[in-house]
């Protein structure tokens, strides 16, 4: 079993920084596809970063250049850190580890991001 957590953050002002992170309970991290998600009420989850085990990554127009995926294999962890906050960067931000040897993909519970001033 593969449980991804996510520290709350909650409220910070735009254009401020923020860090997101994903810590998984196994090992298995090392070898899984670790991706950010958001999702805001009444639209679709949106992909907003992926991170390979290679450590290729890939971004979503919206945040291209502000955000930045990367992992720690040997804390079993993926963080986003997010530049230059924007009020429509509010949602909730999931993680998730897709693990292509086993064909399952793990989600974290989620974790409230909310940009205002």
């Known amino acids: 079993q593969v449980q991804l957590v996510e520290p709350g953050v909650g409220l910070v002002q735009p254009g401020v920084s923020l860090r997101l992170s994903c810590g998984a309970s196994?090992?298995?991290?090392?070898?899984?596809?670790a991706s950010w998600h958001r999702q805001v009420p009444g639209k679709q989850r949106e992909l907003v970063a992926t991170i390979t085990t290679g450590g290729q990554t890939n971004y979503a127009d919206s945040v291209m250049g502000r955000f930045n995926i990367y992992r720690d294999n040997e804390k079993n962890t993926a963080y986003l850190q997010m530049n230059s906050l924007k009020h429509e960067d509010t949602a909730v931000y999931y993680c998730?580890?897709?693990?292509?040897?086993?064909?399952?993909?793990?989600w974290g519970q989620g974790t409230q991001v909310t940009v205002s001033s």
């Open positions: 998730s580890l897709w693990i292509p040897v086993l064909s399952k993909s793990y």
């Open positions: 196994r090992s298995i991290f090392s070898i899984g596809i």
